[in-house]
Antibody, heavy 119, light 110 residues
Framework: QITLKESGPTVVKSAQTLTLTCTFSGFSLTTSGVGVAWIRQPPGKALEWLALIYWDDDKRYSPSLKTRLTITKGTSRNQVVLTMTNMGPVDTATYYC???????????WGQGTLVTVSS | QSVLTQPPSASGTPGQRVIISCSGSSSNIGSNTVNWYQQLPGTAPKLLIYNSYQRPSGVPDRFSGSRFDTSASLAIYGLQSEDEADYYCAAWDGSLNDWVFGGGTKVTVL
């Protein structure tokens, strides 16, 4: 059974750096073809893909946010970390981590964590 | 403004069929498969359709996906009250090098 859970601060101040951790179970990030992605959703708005890390450490980023994002495997083998620099009020959103497989599918999602950016 | 265009809302009575459209371009839907996600109120999205028409295990066959040219559709047959949710389409865009989502369609069961 695949599960994922996001953790991190619920409030950050403008200009600060956000660090979120995704802790997962039920799969290995060393298995060929597997990845972990981050997707966010501002309140009442649509989903937005942020970043993706593959089993072989290949990384992909949203072009519009690339300069602010870093995705890495965590120190524990079942964790992925996302950092986003220079946070602003528009970055207030629920941040989800997802399991990625088959080259196209975000098939399992964490419950999400709401991050509010205060000015 | 989302890269993929969906109607903001759709509705139907129990038992009816509802169809949600997702319009894109040659760089996304026109050349890549489409996924659909269902987001029940207050919950995380759930994969509903992948590879344009396939259903993950456990998804009722009342949900059906299709793709033609630069558009895709999600059909819900035999609409039920538990289908009230937001539905999102998504695809890889090879020109933008970005995963793109639709703006979402809120389905209401009357």
């Amino acid at each position: 059974q695949i599960t994922l859970k996001e953790s991190g601060p619920t409030v950050v101040k403008s200009a600060q750096t956000l660090t979120l951790t995704c802790t997962f179970s039920g799969f290995s990030l060393t298995t060929s073809g597997v990845g972990v992605a981050w997707i966010r959703q501002p309140p009442g708005k649509a989903l937005e893909w942020l970043a993706l890390i593959y089993w072989d450490d290949d990384k992909r980023y949203s072009p519009s946010l690339k300069t602010r994002l870093t995705i890495t495997k965590g120190t524990s083998r079942n964790q992925v970390v996302l950092t986003m620099t220079n946070m602003g009020p528009v970055d207030t959103a629920t941040y989800y981590c997802t399991h990625f497989v088959g080259g196209t599918n975000f098939d399992y999602w964490g419950q999400g964590t709401l991050v509010t950016v205060s000015s | 403004q989302s890269v993929l265009t969906q109607p903001p809302s759709a509705s139907g009575t129990p038992g009816q069929r509802v169809i949600i459209s997702c319009s894109g371009s040659s760089s996304n839907i026109g050349s890549n498969t489409v996924n659909w996600y269902q987001q029940l109120p207050g919950t995380a999205p759930k994969l509903l359709i992948y590879n344009s028409y396939q259903r993950p295990s456990g998804v009722p066959d009342r949900f059906s996906g299709s793709r033609f040219d630069t558009s895709a559709s999600l059909a819900i047959y035999g609409l039920q009250s538990e289908d009230e949710a937001d539905y999102y389409c998504a695809a890889w865009d090879g020109s933008l090098n970005d995963w793109v989502f639709g703006g979402g369609t809120k389905v209401t069961v009357l």
